[in-house]
């Protein structure tokens, strides 16, 4: 069975540090790119960014560059994002998600194949 699992989520204070995980089982994620994306209560859900397994090439939406990033373990078939200096209006369910169309274009519309079922982060003031 494909399924991604993400962890890590909690509650936080604002400036602080989380790591999520997002663990892959019943296929190999080193031909995909893997994305993570965001909901926050009473908005649509937004890209936060992704990584090209292969590549290692990574997107980052504008809001988060240079406080999140992305990396992963092929061997651990898992990708992390590591979230620091943490904002209130980073506050959402946070999911992964996978696709063999490895194009940011394509991540970045939010049409892959393959979700986790969210972990959720609170950031408070």
């Known amino acids: 069975e494909v399924q991604l699992v993400e962890s890590g989520g909690g509650l936080v204070q604002a400036g602080g540090s989380l790591r999520l995980t997002c663990a892959a089982s019943?296929?190999?994620?080193?031909?995909?790119?893997i994305g993570w994306f965001r909901q926050a209560p009473g908005k649509e859900r937004e890209f936060v960014t992704a990584?090209?397994?292969?590549?290692?090439?990574?997107s980052y939406a504008d809001s988060v560059k240079g406080r999140f990033t992305i990396s992963r373990d092929n061997a651990k078939n898992t990708v992390y994002l590591q979230m620091n200096s943490l904002k209130p209006e980073d506050t959402a369910v946070y999911y992964c998600a996978a696709d063999q169309d490895t194009r940011f274009k394509h991540i970045h519309s939010e049409s892959l194949d393959y979700w986790g079922q969210g972990t959720q982060v609170t950031v408070s003031s």
């Open positions: 990584i090209k397994m292969s590549t290692v090439t990574t």
């Open positions: 019943g296929f190999t994620l080193d031909d995909y790119a």
